[in-house]
């Protein structure tokens, strides 16, 4: 059979171009993209300008990308397509906390601290002292387990974006628990925050109607050897954008517990245990 192009077949015809020799996964993938990619255009009767218009926003989010600034992730954040994949990748049994999404402004590399401590550095905001454990599905407590956590600070940035304003390293850490596992620091109860929102992104963000804020969380990273790697935030539950973060990063078992202290050592204090997965079940 002929294989000029036509629009009725037309997905078929471009996955019969396949090479036989190449990797099946590889086949899997593209043979989908391309299926969808030709449905999605037949179900909109997509118009040339339309695809002209498609063609430029991805030529612009290409060009806004740098060593700083991951535009096309941020595009995947919005689209919910982050939090897709990353449940996908992260099915775990009852009990276990949560994954979501990493975001850019993890720094490797960032300090190792003393249990106790203070991560914020540039003294402000409204103190907040994060206590918990680090423990395994059945409650016993993991030892050596790395907490490397990391918030914006009071403005709603994160050190990174700031760096002539904050100190380097600002409300940022690395604690090890120790036979306990508990861990134990002092910060800042974070603050909402909206995502980078002057590129193409924010610009596609105004046209459907949505706002670019992330209500205010904690990042964290928990790893421990024999242990799934926990890529999570605990979230401030009455925050404004709690059931409208724009990347659609919370899950109701991550919103932590905030309580007022205003008589105690700090103005809160913020509980939460991290339970980890077994590598192998
Ligand atoms: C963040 O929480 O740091 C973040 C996540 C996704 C996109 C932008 C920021
Ligand atoms: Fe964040």
């Not at 255009?41 to 040339?48: D, F, G, M, S």
Request: net charge negative.
């Amino acid at each position: 059979m002929a294989s000029y192009f036509n629009e009725e077949r037309s997905a078929e015809i471009v996955n019969e171009r396949m090479g036989r020799d190449i990797n099946p996964r590889f086949r899997e993938i593209m043979s989908s993209l391309v299926r969808h990619l030709h449905d999605f255009a037949k179900e909109v009767e997509l118009t040339q300008e339309e695809w002209e218009f498609a063609i430029d926003f991805l030529t612009k989010t290409g060009q806004i990308c740098s060593e700083e600034r991951q535009e096309f992730i941020l595009l995947s954040d919005v689209l919910g397509f982050s939090m897709l994949v990353d449940a996908i990748n992260n099915r775990r049994p009852a009990g276990a906390t949560e994954n979501t999404v990493f975001g850019p402004f993890h720094v490797a590399g960032a300090p190792e601290r003393t249990m106790g401590d203070n991560i914020s550095l540039d003294g402000k905001g409204e103190s907040c002292l994060f206590i918990g454990r680090v423990i395994d599905l059945n409650g016993a407590p993991i030892s050596g387990a790395k907490i490397d956590v990391w918030s914006d600070n009071a403005d709603g940035f994160y050190d990174v974006q700031q760096p002539n304003i904050q100190p380097k390293w600002n409300n940022r850490g690395i604690f090890t628990t120790g036979a306990d596992g508990r861990y134990e620091f002092k910060g800042i109860k974070p603050v909402s925050y909206p995502i980078p929102d002057d590129g193409p992104v924010g610009q596609m963000l105004e046209h459907i109607g949505r706002h670019p804020y992330r209500p205010a969380h904690t990042h964290f990273l928990v790893t421990a050897p024999g242990f799934q790697k926990l890529v999570t935030h605990t979230f401030v539950g009455d925050d404004d954008y709690i059931e409208s973060d724009t990347v659609f990063g919370v899950k109701q078992s991550l919103v932590a517990p905030f309580a007022h202290t205003p008589e105690g050592p700090t103005e809160w204090v913020s509980k939460f245990d991290f339970v980890l997965a077994p590598t192998h079940p």
